[in-house]
């Protein structure tokens, strides 16, 4: 999606390049500031961040078991970097790196290739079983389903993430556009607040949903097959 006004952009670079890295230098920032204030009693941000990692945790243990703790650097990364990329273009004159597939795509080819290495790590070369079934002579059309199974996987991550971000960005802009159209005051107020709202609430569930998915992945890739 094409803005007529934004005010980062670097001649020659992508937008979802740029605004990528404006991500990670907020976020870099919000990290070493909160770092530096770290109290035993928390107050305000460190407050709300160990409430959210502490959630995170219990997730991952409710869907990964205890041994999914030593992935949480990785999924509490995806799920703020997601999230915060998804807020970005709810701010006029910015842009959400997730409303393009190239960023969508890296993120689902790192839990791709992070969930292969964790059961060649786990299992060694025991973990290629879950490939081909338990029945022996199904094994070579198991072989092809699995493969296909799990090649779909940062196809699956990357379009769900991309396309609902793409299309909420799209539906801010035509409702804000629309809503000037009409005389009374209330209409071009009230419209965008609740697209708005709705729209904060689809970015967390988005993220949510990504980062839920890359566990139940990499639960599978821990989990011994027969």
């Not at 230098?25 to 009693?41: C, E």
């Not at 030593?70 to 409303?99: D, E, H, K, Q, V």
């Not at 490939?131 to 296909?148: C, K, S």
Request: proline content about 5%; hydrophobic content about 55%; aromatic content about 14%.
């Amino acid at each position: 999606m094409k803005e007529p006004f934004m005010y980062f952009y670097i001649p020659g670079l992508p937008l979802h390049v740029v605004y990528t890295w404006l991500v990670m230098i907020v976020l870099v920032g919000v990290s070493l500031t909160i770092k530096r204030s770290l109290q035993w009693a928390p107050m305000g941000g460190q407050n709300f961040f160990e409430a959210l990692f502490g959630g995170t945790l219990d997730l991952i243990d409710s869907v990964m078991g205890r041994e999914g703790r030593t992935y949480f650097p990785l999924l509490a990364t995806l799920g703020i970097y997601i999230f915060s990329c998804n807020l970005m273009g709810l701010i006029p004159g910015m842009f959400s790196p997730t409303a393009n597939i190239n960023t969508t795509a890296s993120c689902a080819i790192t839990v791709f290739l992070m969930t292969h290495y964790v059961g060649v790590k786990t299992h060694g070369l025991g973990y290629l079983k879950q490939f081909t079934g338990p029945i022996w002579w199904l094994a070579p059309l198991m072989v092809v389903i699995e493969l296909i199974g799990h090649l779909a996987r940062p196809l699956s991550l990357s379009v769900r993430l991309f396309g609902n971000i793409f299309g909420k960005e799209q539906v801010i802009v035509n409702i804000f556009v629309l809503s000037l159209l009409f005389k009374f005051l209330w209409v071009p107020m009230l419209a965008p607040s609740l697209i708005l709202v709705f729209a904060i609430f689809m970015s967390l569930i988005q993220a949510f949903v990504f980062v839920l998915l890359s566990m139940i992945y990499l639960a599978g890739a821990l989990e011994e097959h027969h």
